[in-house]
Nanobody
Framework: QVQLVASGGGLVQPGGSLRLSCVAS????????MGWYRQAPGKERELVAT???????NYSDSVKGRFTISRDDAKNAVYLQMNSLKPEDTAVYYC??????????????WGKGTLVTVSS
């Protein structure tokens, strides 16, 4: 069974940092385009950052310059380094991506999310 397992969330003070991790597990044939999304209370889920198989990245304007997405294909993992955190970054963060399930076949999966709370 393929899963995306996200971790690293927690409570942090404004201005602090957190690093989120997402690891694809199960019988997989690598990871492809991956991304992080977030959903704040009472709001819709929104894109935070994406990274292609080739390493090209894209960020929402609200996190550009503060967050960095990266990947380690050997570990089937994607990361989100979050610096200079603000209270408005408080949300459940979800990992999403295309995971190889057979040679030449990929399917899109969502992780269960990890809660980030930015508060003093």
């Amino acid at each position: 069974q393929v899963q995306l397992v996200a971790s690293g969330g927690g409570l942090v003070q404004p201005g602090g940092s957190l690093r989120l991790s997402c690891v694809a597990s199960g019988s997989i044939f690598g990871i492809y385009n991956m991304g992080w999304y977030r959903q704040a209370p009472g709001k819709e889920r929104e894109l935070v950052a994406t990274i292609t198989k080739g390493g090209n990245t894209n960020y929402s304007d609200s996190v550009k310059g503060r967050f960095t997405i990266s990947r380690d294909d050997a570990k089937n993992a994607v990361y989100l380094q979050m610096n200079s955190l603000k209270p408005e970054d408080t949300a459940v963060y979800y990992c999403n991506g295309d995971v190889g399930v057979a040679r030449g076949v990929a399917m899109n999966y969502w992780g269960k999310g990890t809660l980030v709370t930015v508060s003093s």
